[in-house]
């Protein structure tokens, strides 16, 4: 009787928390259209996206004319927060614009956070008021001034770090999912699934749920056998390789030529 309380009191606190981040980020769906940040050049290559498909081009390897003095941007950089947006905005029939779509994306990746934060602790196996807990907690994270989860890295007075905001999700399932298929083998396909479009969505937070995994599977755990994390993390990793290799390659075989900063 007090666990089902308990997940009910938890589901309504993470509703709550939910409901507060809807209301409190709502201007974003206003001002945060077209803003002086990052959201900028994210805008310009969804446009780019957007007419490479209604001219039969690549959307994944295009040319941006606006970047630099020209460069096929999308080519080897992370391609899914653009390729959500374009496919939301032809799903509707491009009867929205693409710039309300855009910011209704942005909006919805920043309001659910906590929801991940919610399901990525009960996936660790963390009791459901806990979960509820760290729910309430992620609205507050803050980093000073080092990109980091915190709204100043995504709101339209922030930094406008779109493929971020959407891949700070992904990443925290991933670890969830992929914590639930080391320690019991159960869920590795959707791990490897979650940990792929991680990287896919932001090459740097695949990195670091891939780490993660790792240290999951070395790390002294009296539950499950090392080697068998081991084998277990090597599946969704596998299954993650395939996943991004069509990103990953590009990135691979223009290293010569990139701007390595």
């Given at each position: 009787?007090?666990?089902?309380?308990?997940?009910?009191?938890?589901?309504?606190?993470?509703?709550?928390?939910?409901?507060?981040?809807a209301v409190?980020?709502?201007?974003?769906?206003?001002?945060?259209?077209?803003?002086?940040?990052?959201?900028?050049?994210?805008?310009?290559?969804?446009?780019?996206?957007?007419?490479?498909?209604?001219?039969?081009?690549?959307?994944?390897?295009?040319?941006?004319?606006?970047?630099?003095?020209?460069?096929?941007?999308?080519?080897?950089?992370?391609?899914?927060?653009?390729?959500?947006?374009?496919?939301?905005?032809?799903?509707?029939?491009?009867?929205?614009?693409?710039?309300?779509?855009?910011?209704?994306?942005?909006?919805?990746?920043?309001?659910?956070?906590?929801?991940?934060?919610?399901?990525?602790?009960?996936?660790?196996?963390?009791?459901?008021?806990?979960?509820?807990?760290?729910?309430?907690?992620?609205?507050?994270l803050?980093?000073?001034?080092?990109?980091?989860?915190d709204?100043?890295?995504?709101?339209?007075?922030?930094?406008?770090?779109?493929?971020?905001?959407?891949a700070?999700?992904?990443?925290?399932?991933?670890?969830?999912?992929?914590?639930?298929?080391?320690?019991?083998?159960?869920?590795?396909?959707?791990?490897?699934?979650?940990?792929?479009?991680?990287?896919?969505?932001?090459?740097?937070?695949?990195?670091?749920?891939?780490?993660?995994?790792?240290?999951?599977?070395?790390?002294?755990?009296?539950?499950?056998?090392?080697?068998?994390?081991?084998?277990?993390?090597?599946?969704?990793?596998?299954?993650?390789?395939?996943?991004?290799?069509?990103?990953?390659?590009?990135?691979?075989?223009?290293?010569?030529?990139?701007?390595?900063?």
């Amino acid at each position: 009787m007090n666990a089902a309380r308990d997940r009910q009191l938890a589901l309504l606190l993470l509703t709550i928390v939910l409901v507060g981040n809807a209301v409190a980020l709502s201007a974003e769906l206003s001002i945060g259209r077209m803003t002086g940040n990052d959201n900028i050049s994210h805008l310009a290559l969804l446009k780019g996206m957007v007419h490479a498909v209604e001219t039969g081009q690549n959307p994944l390897d295009f040319w941006s004319p606006e970047a630099s003095f020209g460069s096929p941007v999308m080519r080897t950089y992370q391609p899914l927060a653009h390729v959500l947006v374009t496919l939301v905005y032809f799903a509707l029939g491009k009867t929205v614009s693409l710039v309300t779509v855009f910011a209704w994306v942005r909006y919805l990746s920043l309001v659910l956070l906590p929801a991940g934060f919610f399901a990525a602790a009960r996936l660790l196996e963390l009791s459901p008021l806990t979960a509820a807990a760290s729910a309430l907690l992620a609205p507050l994270l803050s980093t000073a001034n080092m990109y980091g989860l915190d709204d100043s890295s995504y709101v339209a007075t922030g930094r406008g770090l779109f493929p971020q905001s959407l891949a700070a999700v992904l990443l925290i399932l991933a670890i969830g999912y992929g914590f639930r298929a080391v320690r019991t083998g159960r869920s590795w396909v959707l791990a490897g699934l979650l940990l792929g479009l991680t990287a896919v969505c932001h090459f740097i937070y695949g990195w670091m749920g891939a780490v993660t995994l790792c240290l999951l599977a070395l790390l002294p755990d009296a539950a499950t056998a090392r080697w068998l994390r081991i084998r277990r993390t090597i599946c969704v990793g596998l299954v993650a390789l395939v996943l991004s290799a069509f990103q990953l390659l590009p990135v691979l075989i223009d290293s010569p030529i990139l701007n390595h900063s």
